[in-house]
T-cell receptor, first 115, second 116 residues
Framework: ETGVTQSPTHLIKTRGQQVTLRCSSQ?????VSWYQQALGQGPQFIFQ???????GRGNFPPRFSGLQFPNYSSELNVNALELDDSALYLC??????????????FGPGTRLLVL | GQQLNQSPQSMFIQEGEDVSMNCTSS?????WLWYKQEPGEGPVLLIA?????ELTSNGRLTAQFGITRKDSFLNISASIPSDVGIYFC????????????????FGGGTRLMVKP
């Protein structure tokens, strides 16, 4: 069974640029969630994709957008980068059970630095 | 928004000591999760609690789901150097009725350092 993978591992951008982060879900999982983890804090939910559609969104502006592909892999796009966007971006995959016992499996993350 | 308050923020202990950390919320949750994150890695699920009052163990780790459903604690017995990392509590929630999947809200983490 292949785990969750993310690319790239590290990235440096400058303010105003755009960035695309990628995630491959664990085999058999059709749901991908993205989280932002600032230094010294817990992960914050950005949005979730299920069957190629956005299924829920946290308190992040529209310049954070995403996609899910037919193979359930996903992209996170951030436009007009700001310094505060510097963080570890985590992807998690799961297979919805309709109950609270669904487990999310996290990838290693992409560390983004905005200068 | 929903917030989980974790304490302590950090702990520096001697190898062999027991560790206790907890997590509280102003909201009721039906599931409490404990994750561990090591440098350069994503969080890994350690223990999941699904029933108020439940006490669950995973090796040297023991976690309890508070009876009010607003808190949980995690204990680590006889700590070893590989216990080093950041421990997070997390609870799943749904933004909308009929959501296909759950989102997670996380606490701020407890950073554990173990001195050999």
């Amino acid at each position: 069974e292949t785990g969750v993978t993310q690319s790239p591992t590290h990235l440096i951008k400058t303010r105003g640029q755009q960035v695309t982060l990628r995630c491959s879900s664990q085999s058999g999982h059709n749901t991908v969630s993205w989280y932002q983890q600032a230094l010294g804090q817990g992960p914050q939910f950005i949005f979730q994709y299920y069957r190629e559609e956005e299924n829920g969104r946290g308190n992040f502006p529209p310049r954070f957008s995403g996609l899910q592909f037919p193979n359930y892999s996903s992209e996170l796009n951030v436009n007009a980068l700001e310094l505060d966007d510097s963080a570890l971006y985590l992807c998690a995959s799961s297979s919805p059970t309709g109950g609270s016992q669904e487990t999310q499996y996290f990838g290693p993350g992409t560390r983004l630095l905005v200068l | 928004g929903q917030q989980l308050n974790q304490s302590p923020q950090s702990m520096f202990i001697q190898e062999g000591e027991d560790v206790s950390m907890n997590c509280t919320s102003s909201s009721i949750f039906n599931t409490w999760l404990w994750y561990k994150q090591e440098p350069g890695e994503g969080p890994v699920l350690l223990i999941a609690l699904y029933k108020a009052g439940e006490l669950t163990s995973n090796g040297r780790l023991t976690a309890q789901f508070g009876i009010t459903r607003k808190d949980s604690f995690l204990n680590i017995s006889a700590s070893i150097p590989s216990d080093v990392g950041i421990y997070f509590c997390a609870c799943p929630f749904s933004l909308y009725a009929g959501n296909a999947g759950n989102m997670l809200t996380f606490g701020g983490g407890t950073r554990l350092m173990v001195k050999p």
